[in-house]
């Protein structure tokens, strides 16, 4: 597993509790990833540390919209008619 280090003065400096701290930098890098095409929902969401339902709660609050290809609408459709 990969980590990224955080200066300890920038992560003291978020103005939240210390046990928050770490979700919120989780959640935050993931919709920033995610909005950027960089990781696919199911990562960003797994990134974010979220059930599915409130990574798109999330992504909603920030106004993200969702990739959703041509590919994904002709699955979709086939899983429907299955």
Request: without cysteine; charged residues 35%.
């Amino acid at each position: 597993m990969s980590s990224i280090e955080v200066p300890a003065d920038v992560f003291d400096a978020i103005a939240a509790p210390p046990d928050e701290r770490e979700p919120i930098v989780r959640q935050e890098l993931a919709v920033s990833l995610y909005r950027e095409g960089y990781l696919s929902f199911g990562k960003a969401r797994e990134l974010a540390g979220l059930t599915k339902a409130d990574f798109h709660r999330l992504l909603g609050k920030r106004n993200v919209e969702r990739h959703y290809t041509d590919t994904d609408l002709t699955l979709d459709i086939e899983y429907a008619r299955e």
